[in-house]
């Protein structure tokens, strides 16, 4: 059981726009902490895809857009495509654990 | 930069599981950044297991704390975990990553190894 809370699943169809929620605390992005997502492709190591709740790597399309208010935070893909289809994850620090944390993970499915 | 575990991939209930992550194309040695474990059970989501700073300090999972050691060589350029009264529970991919030290925010994982699986099984 995550401090970090994610849906289990998200779908939707090619060029449509998803958002993938992760719901936290006032110990952990509720205090103020940033998060972090990834992208973890079936069978292959997350990739960071959003850091610093907002900010994207080089090499990280623009259609996928992070977000951050109060206690939560969400992950934004717009057009979406096949190549889309994996396993995302929301990171972030709880004071409370005193020590990093990762949410449940959410499985995006293009129909 | 680069990072690859290493290690035994069976390791039997009760033993102490022991991988190494090397790092290529960078040092170790370098204030920006913390050294960390991440595990994640088959089928299951990621786990923050330890990280390390290149003088030796370190930051545990308090859910493994007492269970853990992580350490650095910074001679070798890796860094190593090991995993004591290892059962069941603990067969997971093991990720070894980079990860950004900041004192104000909570830093991320980047780039990350390919993974290794171990699995604990008499």
């Known amino acids: 059981q995550s401090v970090l809370t994610q849906p289990p699943s998200v779908s939707g169809a090619p060029g449509q726009r998803v958002t993938i929620s992760c719901t936290g605390s006032?110990?952990?992005?509720?205090?103020?902490?940033?998060v972090h997502w990834y992208q973890q492709l079936p069978g292959t190591a997350p990739k960071l895809l959003i850091y610093?709740?907002?900010d994207r790597p080089a090499g990280v399309p623009d259609r996928f857009s992070g977000s951050k208010s109060g206690t939560s935070a969400s992950l934004a893909i717009t057009g979406l495509q096949a190549a889309d289809e994996a396993d995302y994850y929301c990171?972030?620090?709880?004071?409370?654990?005193?020590?990093?944390?990762f949410g449940g993970g959410t499985k995006l499915t293009v129909l | 930069l680069q990072l690859q575990e290493s290690g035994p991939r069976l390791v039997k209930p009760s033993e102490t599981l022991s991988l190494t992550c090397s790092v290529s194309g960078g040092s170790i040695s370098t204030a920006f950044y913390y050294w960390a474990w991440i595990r994640q059970p088959p089928g299951k989501g990621l786990e923050w297991i330890a990280n390390?700073?290149?003088?030796?300090?370190?930051h545990y999972n308090p859910s493994l704390k007492g269970r853990v050691t992580i350490s650095v060589d910074t001679s070798k350029n890796l860094f190593s975990l090991r995993l004591s009264s290892v059962t069941a529970a603990d067969t997971a991919f093991y990720f070894c990553?980079?990860?950004?030290?900041?004192?104000?925010?909570?830093?991320?994982?980047?780039?990350w190894g390919q993974g290794t699986l171990v699995t604990v099984s008499s």
């Open positions: 390390v700073f290149y003088s030796g300090s370190t």
């Open positions: 610093g709740s907002i």
């Open positions: 990553a980079r990860q950004m030290k900041s004192d104000q925010q909570p830093g991320w994982f980047h780039p």
């Open positions: 990171q972030s620090y709880d004071s409370s654990l005193s020590g990093w944390v």
């Open positions: 006032t110990s952990n992005i509720g205090a103020g902490y940033d």
